[in-house]
């Protein structure tokens, strides 16, 4: 990966790189306050969601999501971002709703990427990486070197999998208008594990647990299921905890995004070339929809947060 750090920008970088390095800690001593430590987050604007586009579709989907949402993105280059041989054009999207890394792969893409959901950045990747480690993630991607930091992939229990990165010079992103919600499907089996483990990592907490929401939010308008939201350092996260017959295309969306007027912008979407699969729908004094962007990307909109 070294041969390609003359042509990569910070910010370039940032859209396809994430974080983490290995360490054993000296002590029980340490590994009992490192336990207990602040979370390794750095804010919410640097969590990007990955973005792999079908091919040939990044300039597409880019101008679709800032005729949208606006914001500004980074020149795009080609470059391998993974630990072994690959290509992939690659972009960062800087919105206020959310930032985005999106990826065109040209050559395959080498297994497990492309199943991370988002990339996280770490304030200290050593400790990053344990305390993931200790709250129960997997290290499924050992770390690997990029031209100006780190990188690494854990699962959390129930197959999540994030994508933690650090850079040896900070970058600086000014704060989201809006902070969008980390979408988790998970049934009964394996959502009690996932949130032990991603509420210790992240220094997350519940802030509400409803174990009959209307189904409807989902596409079920006979059934219920449990719905979980959580806050954290790194952002909101909802869960949601089903038995698995979700029609499409609940479940494809790994992100849902906080927009002022929801109406208004379902008219920018499509007039950019997006197309609404489903919604709006408005319940409970919230409204959402899901909407595919170009290049394959499927995204919850909503209006109002009442959770």
Known sequence: MKRRAM????PALLVALSVLGAGAPSSAEG?????????TAVGPQYD???VYVTPGAVDAFVASWGATFGGTHTAKVVTNVTPT???TESELVLSPVGTLSVFDFRTPAPYPFGAERTGWLMSDFDKGVRQARRSGAHLLVAPFDDPIGKDAIVQFPGGVNAQLYWHTKTPSYAPLETVP?????LTPDSADGFLRSYLRFTGGRIVSDDRTANGADIGLPEGTYRRVALRSPFGNTVVS??????????GRETTGYAVTDL????RKAEAAGAR???GPYAAHGRSHAMVRFPGGYVAELHQRDDR
């Open 241 to 250: 905890v089903t038995d698995g017959h979700l029609p499409y295309p609940f």
């Open 7 to 10: 042509a990569w920008t910070l």
């Open 263 to 266: 109406a208004a912008t379902l």
């Open 31 to 39: 590994e009992a306050a490192e336990a207990t430590a602040p979370t």
């Open 48 to 50: 990007t969601t990955h």
């Open 85 to 87: 041989p690959s290509e």
């Open 276 to 278: 609404v699969l489903w």
């Open 181 to 185: 919600d980390n979408r988790v499907y």
